[in-house]
């Protein structure tokens, strides 16, 4: 995609506005696994040519090599990415990949639907959307950690 700045204009405030929220709801999800007496690390933002957080995730309760640890990744998803095209879009996803790299859970509101995406620019909008993100059963999200590890 090529580089749009009324497009970075609208999604720099949206990561700006949610970004400490992603961050707990990631150290959330963290606590969860500890619980469950895993071991983690992060969450770091691995923010790039995205807006991303990951938090690593061994379920022996030990840290070991980063080959074999399950990830969990929030990313602001960005509608030209998947589309292109010219619109504005944004949605929440929350992907859990195994130590293979295989998407073990996946969580986007609305996902392959035509309410995929809210305007970056809709603030109200935006904000609805990580109402619904945040408000999500992320109870099982250990269990998937513990089947992505045998994968």
Do not use: H
């Not at 990744?73 to 990415?81: K, S």
């Amino acid at each position: 995609m090529a580089f749009d700045k009324d497009y970075l204009e609208a999604l720099e405030p949206v990561a700006a506005a949610y970004r400490d929220r992603i961050e707990e709801y990631v150290r959330e999800i963290g606590e969860l696994c500890k619980a469950r007496g895993f071991a983690l690390e992060g969450p770091w933002d691995i923010s790039a040519d995205n807006y991303e957080w990951t938090l690593l995730v061994w379920i022996s309760g030990q840290v070991e090599d980063s080959s074999r640890a399950v990830s969990v990744n929030v990313v602001i998803d960005e509608q030209r990415d998947y589309e292109g095209g010219e619109g504005f879009g944004m949605n929440f996803g929350l992907t859990a990949y195994g130590p293979d790299g295989t998407t073990v859970g996946e969580l986007r509101p609305f996902n392959f639907s035509e309410d995929v995406w809210v305007d970056a620019r809709d603030e109200a909008a935006v904000a609805e959307r990580w109402a619904i993100f945040e408000g999500s059963d992320t109870s099982n999200i250990p269990d998937l950690m513990c089947k992505g590890a045998k994968a």
